[in-house]
């Protein structure tokens, strides 16, 4: 779908900014989600109530976030700065544009490695009964499966393509010294999108975002790809 509404959850395209942010060169946008938009599904608490978390990447996969909590009115849609046209993934961010819906999307996917053997020849039987009384769509796969599924989602289950999903070492350059971050399966999953050959996944490094401090500093990107 084509984004037509400024401020508006998106994934690619162009993004929609205030005149604060900046559109750097040698950087992607990736995507934009309004908080507002997210606030019933996010369970954990892990967003602001409003405002929008903006997602860019540099190349040489180094990304940048920036929030902005002020009126929709104040936002324009941004080409992107003077740059090389063969910034890898550009064109394809491009084609992409897409606003993120939140009508009439559920969608249920469930593992179903061990149920066929703890329910036997029931098995067969849930998949129907699950459709009749949820009335929206069940996805059965395989553990480690993702073919399936979305790979462009809020929430739910990082997709790891590499076997990255029991812990995964992230160095990060700081100040004095380089500091390391261990990534654990239990840390809270904001977003994951696809890109290049496999999914770019957010996370945040403790809780809830405070937006009072950087977002460059409380959210860590791991990229799996195949």
Not at 61 to 66: I, M, N, Q, T, V
């Amino acid at each position: 779908m084509v984004c037509t509404v400024l401020g508006t959850s998106k994934v690619g395209g162009l993004p929609h900014l205030p005149d604060s942010i900046k559109f750097l060169p040698n950087e992607l946008f990736l995507a934009q989600l309004n908080c507002s938009e997210l606030k019933d599904y996010d369970i954990f608490n892990l967003l602001p109530d409003s405002g929008i978390i903006y997602f860019f990447i540099e190349e040489g996969d180094y990304p940048r976030y920036a929030y902005y909590d002020g009126q929709t009115s104040q936002l324009k849609v941004c080409q992107y700065p003077e740059q090389d046209d063969s910034l890898y993934g550009k064109k394809e961010l491009m084609k992409r544009s897409c606003t993120i819906d939140f009508v009439n999307t559920e969608l249920i996917t469930i593992v179903k490695d061990g149920l066929e053997w703890s329910l036997g020849d029931s098995f067969n039987e849930l998949n129907s009964l699950l459709k009749e009384n949820l009335n929206c769509p069940v996805i059965f796969y395989e553990y480690g499966d993702y073919g399936l599924l979305p790979t462009d989602f809020i929430f739910g289950r990082p997709i790891f393509w590499q076997g990255e999903d029991e812990e995964f070492q992230v160095f990060e350059e700081g100040e004095d010294e380089e500091e390391s971050y261990s990534y654990r399966f239990s840390d809270p999953h904001i977003f994951s999108m696809e890109y290049g050959e496999g999914n770019i996944n957010f996370f945040t490094k403790s809780s809830a975002l405070d937006v009072s401090r950087d977002l460059n500093e409380q959210i860590i990107e791991i990229y799996s790809g195949t």
